[in-house]
Structures are given as C-alpha cells and as structure tokens.
C-alpha cells in the first residue's frame, strides 16, 4: 500500500512549478509506483491563459475549486470549468486553459508521468522525464 499526504508532498520534490508561472502541481502518484497512470493535484493560477496539447498522454481533470474555462482547439468550443466538473481529454486534444479565479484540480495521466515534467513548446508532456525519488 502507498500512502502519502499531499501537506507533506508539497515540501518535496514531487511539487513542480511551472517556469511560466500559470501553474504548480505535486506528484502524488508516479510511474516508479508502478500503477500504470499518474495523479496530481495542480493549482492553477488565477488569470492563467495557456495552450496544452498533450500528444503522447491522456489525462482526466476534475475540478475541486475556482472556476475558468477549457477550449478545445479542433472544434472551437468553450466548456466552463466549475467544483464538480471534470475534463477528460481522450483524443489528445489540443485545449487552452482559462482560470477566473485560482483552480485546484486532481489530474490522472495515461501513461503515468515520472515527475519532472513540464510543458515543452507544443504545450505536451515528453514521454520519458528525469524520475523523482519515492
């Protein structure tokens, strides 16, 4: 069993800012766990505005709290982001995020993330990070 406090995570490692400022995650699950996905939860900062298109995972976003709003870029349509909603980008979709207010999101990720992960030019994840310690 692997138990872990996001409190205490926070003060590791597995918490990762991004270099552009719009967000921070801490890796609560990763792929040395050997789980097969990856969970995160990842702040998003209020009047953050970004494009993500993640090409080789997919990923599944709830909201917890704060509200903003996710725009799918192959069709154009704008979904609003509420506590209760979630996301689930199946095609790789590509999407750009927008936060009214700060948003505290709990993300899984096919295939599982490393943890040192950050958006390259494209806005996607590589497949293969520098892993973090357990």
């Not at 040395?32 to 298109?53: C, K, L, P, Q, V």
């Not at 700060?102 to 950050?118: D, H, I, R, T």
Request: net charge negative.
């Amino acid at each position: 069993m692997i138990v872990r406090s996001l409190h205490e995570a926070e003060k590791t490692d597995r918490r990762i800012v991004s270099p552009d400022g719009n967000w921070e995650s801490t890796r609560l699950l990763l792929k040395n766990d050997d789980m097969g996905f990856s969970f995160h939860i990842t702040t998003i900062y209020a009047g953050a505005d970004f494009r993500m298109h993640y090409q080789n995972h997919l990923e599944s976003v709830y909201c917890l709290s704060g509200s903003g709003e996710v725009e799918t870029l192959a069709d154009n349509r704008v979904y609003p982001i509420e506590p209760g909603t979630i996301y689930i980008l199946d095609k790789n979709d590509e999407h750009i995020l927008r936060a009214a207010s700060e948003m505290k999101m709990a993300c899984v990720f096919n295939p599982a993330l490393s943890g040192k992960e950050v958006h390259n030019a494209e806005g996607a994840y590589e497949l293969e990070a520098e892993a973090l310690s357990a």
